[in-house]
């Protein structure tokens, strides 16, 4: 996130968003510079007006911020990440398969005696 944050920096200043102002503005952060990062970055903000990329996030209603997330697992997903993968596999809707109906009756007991 660092080297985004240094891109961010470069732009808002007017300075040019290459190699060295990036790796220069890291340093100065105190972050432990990766070149092969540096280049990423550098080659992907290439044809980005950042201005226009910020603008267009802000204005990404609450339901787009869920829509990211599920777009940041699918990510992590890709990475190799166990927890993502599990995430997903996941979910907070219970099971409302009818599997057993001998359940069903004992439950139907149960919220009878509850309710006289």
Do not use: H
């Amino acid at each position: 996130m660092e080297y985004v944050y240094a891109a961010l920096i470069l732009n808002e200043s007017g300075e040019e968003i290459n190699e060295d102002n990036l790796t220069n503005v890291l340093d100065a952060a105190g972050v432990d510079v990766e070149e092969s990062r540096v280049k990423a970055l550098v080659a992907a903000l290439e044809d980005v007006d950042i201005d226009d990329a910020v603008s267009e996030a802000a204005a990404v209603p609450a339901g787009g911020a869920a829509a990211g997330g599920a777009a940041g697992a699918e990510e992590a997903d890709d990475d190799g990440d166990d927890e993502a993968e599990e995430a997903e596999e996941t979910s907070d809707v219970p099971d409302t398969t009818d599997d057993d109906d001998d359940d069903d009756e004992a439950d139907g007991e149960g919220l009878g005696e509850l309710f006289g």
